[in-house]
């Protein structure tokens, strides 16, 4: 027991020692951690000491907390931990060094059951890391060694690493699109880090639970494999990889589901189009079994099936010859019948009129009674005398009555006739003023096709004035005389300026009086007043110095023009003019929007105020589904409901794409007052025409031209995708901006509108007021009905300039530019300038649909500073190689364009047309007649809107003129005549016409 003291008193007395060496910083023990325990400091295990009473429970420590491998962020330092019983202390050693006592941090606990526990705890510091790895290039690493009285025990080691998490991906995702119901993998490593990063995916910005949607797997590389791709799955994915750091997002993937068209079953046959003789039946099928979804291919064939039918016409009845009459019977008749079998009524014919039995008296008043009569006669002879003579009365008086009515209206019959001949002879003489171009006076007119008018009907606003040897004017008209004159002699009009007065105002001239010759006047000079009192006898020479007469040189002056136009009409969009019975044109030429009205549609003797215009607001524009879109300007023509003697030709441009011919268009029209919300209407179906339909509607490759003999305030061409196929429409890209300044931002827009003439010409007019111009010729880009959105990046920028917002790509979505009905789309770049001595600015913009590998164009911005501080002129020209709309002034915009005369519209005088139509209208066996003139000139889609005209030929050259406004146009004519075999109408054509006309 002794000895046992001594030793307990001496390992008591090497503790405080060593407790005294750690608290002056001293290294924990100067011992060998392969041995334990030093042998003159421990017992061996065969000793009979035994210190279970003083020292422990005589058993080697355990640890329950083994220190883990740890990881330094963002330069905090890692805490390593250590946990032992029975132990009397533990110490840390890291990278076979013992650590200092001063860096422990111990701790001593006890369980509910009276276990006591050490604990001790360090910090590893970034440097001490970056140090380790310096000097050997490997890791840090720590252990713990805890003692008992058994002995000592050690830990698991532990590492000790800095955290991070690299910024690129090794492989990010890329885009795809795959059918319906297929397996799609999206690969994805991420990049470098400590600890290895962890991968997620996200769908849509939120993270997928693989855990609750077993069609998603991520594999150990990181992978996301969707194992049947449903519609649902359709959207951006984007890989995570995260850790104790940060975490890094990849690009974002598109994973387009698509599904194939499928056809539906054909549809019942319609009935035969055609209501007597040959015609066509059709089905359809649509492409809706699937139908085709996020870009899926369209159904291969045709959607509509035709095939040919015969209905029988239906057959009137006739009446058969009548059969001989009867024998008399006793009521003193006999009788005959006839049947409707001559032929029989068939398939819907109406049954013959008339009666089908005929009878008559066969006595001659005798009957066999005759004796039994005569008795009665002489039994009551004064009775039947008294009541013959009553009889005989009654018949005197009626024919009397009956004479008497007859003379009366004999006679309101000639006084009417009489009235009439004398209003006819009034007007004469304004008949005979209306004399053709190129005719002698008294020539007589060629009635052989246009019809007269007819004057029991109200067809619109027709003045009519009769035309007096002799007039005086008020203060507001001209004086002139408009008196038959020979035909070597007619009248001058002398316009006198406001300061001068007006004396000797008619000249006699030796021009001819014609009515191109009148179109000169005002028109309030032309319109004569039906007032007789206001006449009075004019002479060879008029004075008027009593009045202050001011009236402009032209009918065509800014003021009269302005004053056709109403008031909701812009006059720098507009055409507008007096328009007689020769024709004219009224025409927008920056816009491609004209009005065609040929000669005859005004009957001879009136004029009409006419206008034509663009409506660029939204308001004007027609409410569209999201499947429809808007092909064309809004135009406005007037004045409302005017009825025509023939049609005249509306023509406007277009931007729907017609080689693939997948479009479903439709003509709508307006017939609401200007004033109120638009009301629109089908007024054409186009390829749907039937009898019914009271307009003709011709679309070429980039125009429209509708002819209608009725006026409706506005029309408008819309167009939407046919079944199962994506039709295309044409935009027009074009980069405005203002000059550049020798300082500060730079900024510059690109506009996306229709191809329809008439949208960029609205935002040139616009632009051109901001001072803006254009930097490159306008491109066309292909636009395609399937969803996707219209890009725009800028790349190849010159170095000194950067995006301000960091924006060098931008999105239009695709309902924006389909279904909208907004005009000047266009997307805005801001470049700020990062170099100040930087005088130019160069960068090319890429425009595409959808992605990049679609169709794209390019174009190209360059700009200087010049002298004056502004770009040089670089306005493309638009359309009809007309001058560029930037260079027109502001004053020129305000004004409404005047109409062009007869002789600058119409290519083939009067006298040509009458007889063209006298050699094509009449058909003959071998086919080369007015239908085969339809054919070549391709106006023959619904040629039965000729056909029920008077003059086929009449209708299809006013719509060649409307189409064809090249100085070609005449040569191209006779070349399309003489492929028909028709050299008589070579020659009256290469006969009548002289030169070619301008357009």
């Known amino acids: 027991m002794l000895r046992l003291g001594l030793f307990s008193a001496f390992l008591s007395t090497l503790l405080i020692v060593t407790t005294a060496a750690q608290e002056a910083g001293d290294y924990p023990m100067p011992l060998d951690p392969a041995s334990s325990f030093h042998p003159s400091i421990v017992p061996d295990h065969d000793s009979s000491f035994a210190l279970e009473d003083s020292m422990g429970s005589g058993i080697l420590p355990r640890f329950t907390i083994h220190p883990t491998d740890a990881y330094i962020v ?20 890291c990278n076979n060094e013992w650590v200092r006592a001063k860096f422990h941090k111990h701790f001593d606990s006890t369980d509910d059951n009276g ?25 840090f690493w720590c252990l713990c060694l805890a003692w008992s009285s058994e002995g000592s025990t050690r830990s698991n080691e532990a590492t000790v690493q800095i955290a991070f998490l690299k910024k690129d991906f090794i492989l990010e995702p890329i885009s795809q699109g795959v059918p319906n119901e297929t397996p799609v993998q999206l690969q994805c490593r991420p990049p470098e880090g400590v600890p290895t990063p962890e991968v997620v995916w996200l769908k849509n910005d939120e993270e997928i639970q693989v855990d609750l949607d077993i069609n998603f797997i991520i594999t150990n590389e990181g992978n996301l494999i969707i194992n049947q791709a449903r519609l ?20 974002t993937a598109r994973v387009t589901v698509y ?50 039918c015969t209905t029988l016409c239906p057959v009137d009845g006739g009446w058969s010859a009548w059969s001989k009459f009867s024998a008399c019977g006793r009521d003193c008749n006999n009788w005959r019948r006839r049947e409707c079998n001559n032929p029989p009524p068939q398939f819907g014919g ?60 004999c006679l309101f019959i000639i006084v009417v006739w009489w009235r009439k001949n004398r209003h006819s002879d009034m007007s004469s003489s304004s008949a005979a003023l209306t004399v053709d171009p190129g005719k002698p006076y008294g020539y007589p007119h060629d009635h052989s096709y246009v019809a007269q008018p007819d004057l029991t009907r109200s067809t619109g606003t027709v003045r009519s004035f009769p035309v007096m040897p002799t007039l005086a004017f008020s203060d507001d008209k001209i004086p002139m005389t408009m008196s038959p004159l020979h035909s070597n002699n007619s009248l001058k009009i002398k316009v006198v300026p406001p300061d001068v007065p007006m004396n000797h105002h008619i000249v006699p001239s030796n021009r001819p009086a014609t009515p191109n010759n009148m179109a000169t006047l005002p028109r309030s000079a032309q319109v004569m007043s039906n007032s007789l009192p206001d006449m009075q006898p004019s002479t060879p020479e008029m004075s008027d110095a009593g009045t202050n007469t001011r009236r402009p040189s032209s009918i065509y002056d800014a003021e009269n023009l302005a004053k056709i136009l109403p008031p909701y009409v812009d006059p720098a ?75 005249v030709i509306v023509s ?50 980039r125009d429209c031209h509708v002819m209608v003999e009725h006026l409706s305030s506005r029309y408008a061409l ?56 254009m930097l490159d010729t306008p491109k066309i880009l292909p636009f395609k009905d399937n969803g996707r959105d219209l890009c725009l990046s800028i790349e190849e920028t010159l170095p000194g300039w950067k995006s301000r917002l960091g924006a060098n790509f931008q999105e239009i979505p695709f309902h924006h530019v389909w279904g909208s009905s907004q005009s000047g789309l266009h997307c805005s770049f801001m470049m700020e300038r990062t170099d100040p001595q930087i005088q130019m600015v160069t960068a090319r913009i890429q425009v595409f649909q959808g992605s990049p590998e679609e169709e794209r164009q390019s174009l190209n911005i360059t700009a200087s500073v010049s002298r004056e501080g502004r770009m040089p002129q670089t306005t493309p020209s638009l359309r009809h190689k007309r001058e560029p709309a930037l260079l027109r002034s502001e004053s020129d915009l305000a004004i409404p364009k005047a109409p062009q005369t007869p002789a600058e519209v119409f290519r083939l005088p009067p006298a040509v047309r009458a007889s063209l139509r006298g050699c094509l209208d009449i058909p003959n066996v071998k086919g080369n007649d007015w239908r085969a003139l339809a054919k070549r000139l391709q106006v023959d889609r619904y040629i039965n809107y000729f056909a029920t005209k008077p003059s086929p030929t009449d209708h299809i050259l006013d719509l060649w003129e409307a189409r064809n406004r090249d100085d070609g146009a005449i040569e191209e004519l006779i070349l399309v005549l003489k492929d028909m075999g028709r050299s008589d109408a070579c020659l009256l054509i290469e006969s009548g016409v002289s030169t070619p006309l301008v357009a």
Not at 74 to 93: S, V
Request: charged share 20%.
């Open 259 to 308: 599904v194939n068209g499928g056809w539906s079953t054909w549809s019942k046959w319609s009935e035969c189009n055609s209501q007597c003789g040959r015609g066509l039946m059709r089905r359809t099928r649509t492409c809706t079994n699937p139908a085709p979804l996020n870009g899926g291919a369209t159904c291969d064939g045709d959607p509509v099936q035709r095939a040919e």
């Open 115 to 139: 276990v006591s526990y050490k604990q001790t705890s360090i910090e590893v510091t970034k440097a001490e890391v970056d140090q380790r790895l310096e000097d050997t290039g490997e890791n």
């Open 718 to 773: 819309i167009g939407q995708s046919a079944p199962a196929t994506q039709a295309v429409k044409r935009l027009k890209l074009a980069v405005i901006a203002a000059p550049l300044q020798p300082s500060g931002d730079y900024n510059f827009r690109v506009y996306c509108v229709a191809d329809n003439s008439d949208e960029l010409e609205g935002v040139v007019q616009s632009e051109a007021m901001l001072g803006g111009q």
């Open 573 to 647: 969009f507009a055409a507008c003019g007096t328009i007689g019975a020769e024709g004219g044109r009224l025409a927008i030429l920056e816009s491609g929007v004209s009005l065609l009205i040929p000669q005859g549609a005004i009957s001879e003797g009136h004029t009409e105020d006419i206008f034509i215009a663009i409506l660029r607001e939204e308001k004007d524009r027609p409410k569209m589904n999201t499947k429809q879109t808007l092909l064309g300007p809004v135009v406005a023509v007037g004045p409302q409901g005017l009825h025509f003697r023939k049609p």
């Open 232 to 251: 649902s799955d359709t959207a951006n994915y984007t890989c995570v990889a995260r850790n104790i750091v940060t975490k890094r997002r990849s690009v």
């Open 74 to 93: 963002k330069n905090r330092p890692a805490t390593l931990t250590c946990k032992a019983t029975p132990a009397i202390q533990i110490y840390f050693k």
């Open 652 to 701: 406007f441009g277009h931007s729907a794409g017609l080689r693939e011919r997948n479009w479903e268009l439709t003509l709508l029209s307006c017939e609401s007052s200007p004033h109120r919300s638009p009301s629109w209407q089908n007024l054409v179906l186009i390829g749907e025409e039937t009898l019914n339909t009271t307009a003709y509607c011709q679309v070429d490759e």
């Open 350 to 409: 109406r049954y013959c009129m008339g009666d089908n039995m005929e009878t008559r008296n066969c006595t001659g008043g005798l009957c066999r009674d005759s004796e039994e009569s005569d008795l009665q006669i002489q039994t009551n002879g004064p009775t039947f005398a008294s009541a013959q003579t009553e009889d005989n009365l009654a018949l005197y008086i009626s024919l009397v009555g009956a004479v008497t009515v007859f003379l009366l209206v």
